[in-house]
């Protein structure tokens, strides 16, 4: 069975630009979950999706969004980027919701804002 | 802040000995599980021990849950130097509907 896979894994941008991460599920998985990960704030939660609706979100701000398809899918936008943004970006899924199980991570989207 | 706080911050101890970390968290859970982290890489889940368990075991892994106490140890026995990576515990608390995961420890083994 195929891991989560995240694209691109690592990408450059400069402040004010956009990005868009996209994040492949394990087949059968109904949650994904993004985190972002620093050096200095550690893990952060984002947001998760299950079952194309936002289940839970953290305390980011609006810039960051999300969404999931009906093949589980998802995708994260993060609008005029801000140099405190550079991270690695990670996502999950899970079978059932995110906080009950197992999460399965993929290798993360590095992201770099200059 | 984060709920689930690691301790030590890091840790360095020979091949072979064994190694324990602690999390401490402030309210109540359901769950907590702990996850490794290979440099960089993505999380891997290794132990999820529910708030009405008291110990749990894989191969050389042994995880306790103290839930009056607010605290969980992570034993890794005869330490091997491919588990040298960061360690975190991520905690489900009741009512947040989320994992909230803390710093990490960072442990290296010395061959």
């Known amino acids: 069975k195929a891991g989560v896979t995240q694209t691109p894994r690592y990408l450059i941008k400069t402040r004010g630009q956009q990005v868009t991460l996209s994040c492949s599920p394990i087949?059968?998985?109904?949650?994904v979950s993004w985190y972002q990960q620093t050096p200095g704030q550690g893990l952060q939660f984002l947001f998760e999706y299950f079952s194309e609706t936002q289940r839970n979100k953290g305390n980011f701000p609006g810039r960051f969004s999300g969404r999931q398809f009906s093949n589980s899918r998802s995708e994260m936008n993060v609008s005029t980027l801000e140099l405190g943004d550079s991270a690695l970006y990670l996502c999950a899924s899970s079978l059932w919701t995110a906080n009950t199980g197992e999460l399965f991570f993929g290798e993360g989207s590095r992201l770099t804002v200059l | 802040s984060q709920q689930g706080e690691e301790d030590p911050q890091a840790l360095s101890i020979q091949e072979g000995e064994n190694a324990t970390m602690n999390c401490s968290y402030k309210?109540?859970?359901?769950?907590l599980q702990w996850y490794r982290q290979n440099s960089g890489r993505g999380l891997v889940h290794l132990i999820l021990?529910?708030?009405?368990?008291r110990e749990k075991h894989s191969g050389r892994l042994r995880v306790t849950l103290d839930t009056s106490k607010k605290s969980s140890s992570l034993l890794i026995t005869a330490s091997r130097a491919a588990d040298t990576a960061s360690y975190f515990c991520a905690t489900d608390l009741q009512g947040a509907q989320k994992l909230v995961f803390g710093q990490g420890t960072r442990l290296t083994i010395n061959p």
């Open positions: 309210t109540s859970i359901n769950n």
């Open positions: 021990i529910r708030s009405n368990e």
């Open positions: 087949s059968g998985h109904r949650s």
